[in-house]
């Protein structure tokens, strides 16, 4: 098969010419699970079975989620304006190119795109990460949810990483914050996703202390 390069900031994908043919734009491709998809400056990825998440990075090389993406959902550059953007599947995903042309025919999935960037914001807002982390796992829950035995499962992998990548902190302090929701019986770990017991609004957030790095332990302690 015929390959091109496609470079997107400092990053180059390489991708089935037939991509850039607009007879083959309407073709379903398909994606594996952590599978980088090319970004086009002039084009839109609809899902069309699968998740995806989109990312970009500060500039001291940290990772910044920016959003989780299902089926219906159209994602890619043109809706962002990042310099560096970049979507990483999360299962196996099957999507197609839109072409300028077509988007006026997918205004729905655009506008869902806008009004989760505004939930997202929304969340960001808040001063604590365990009302952040509470917020981001609520909307993946009603987004992605699947009603199972034990409650609702998140049906997607979630590792400790991506989830601090999304609200804003460290991996350990999500950690932190999860084994304390699971103590409080809001949720349980199935493996490498979660299973949502029940609403986590519920949770007792102020009876929670705050993950405090060893640096700030000792202050304490010399304090």
């Known amino acids: 098969m015929t390959e091109i390069e496609i470079y997107n900031s400092d990053r180059c994908f390489r991708v089935p010419a037939s991509l850039t043919n607009v007879t083959a ?123 199972v035995s034990e409650g609702l499962l998140i049906d997607m992998p979630l590792s400790h990483d991506t989830l601090s990548e999304m609200v804003g902190a460290t991996r350990v302090t999500v950690t932190h914050y999860l084994g304390e929701f699971k103590n409080q019986g809001a949720l349980i770990k199935r493996r490498c996703q979660i299973v949502l017991l029940k609403d986590l609004n519920q949770l007792n957030l102020q009876a929670i202390s705050p993950h405090l790095s060893n640096r700030q332990r000792s202050t304490r302690k010399a304090a």
């Open 25 to 147: 734009l309407a073709t379903r491709h398909t994606f594996a699970k952590a599978e980088s998809i090319p970004v086009l400056a002039d084009k839109l990825w609809l899902i069309e079975q699968g998740i995806a998440r989109t990312l970009t990075f500060t500039e001291d090389g940290s990772v910044t989620g920016l959003g989780y993406w299902g089926k219906g959902d159209v994602m890619g550059q043109p809706l962002s304006n990042l310099a560096v953007y970049q979507i990483e599947c999360v299962t196996p995903v099957e999507a197609r190119l839109l072409s300028r042309s077509e988007w006026p025919h997918h205004l729905d999935a655009i506008c869902r795109n806008a009004q989760q960037k505004a939930h997202q914001l929304s969340f960001l807002g808040q001063k604590q990460v365990s009302q952040r982390l509470v917020y981001l796992l609520n909307w993946l829950g009603d987004r992605f949810g699947k009603q």
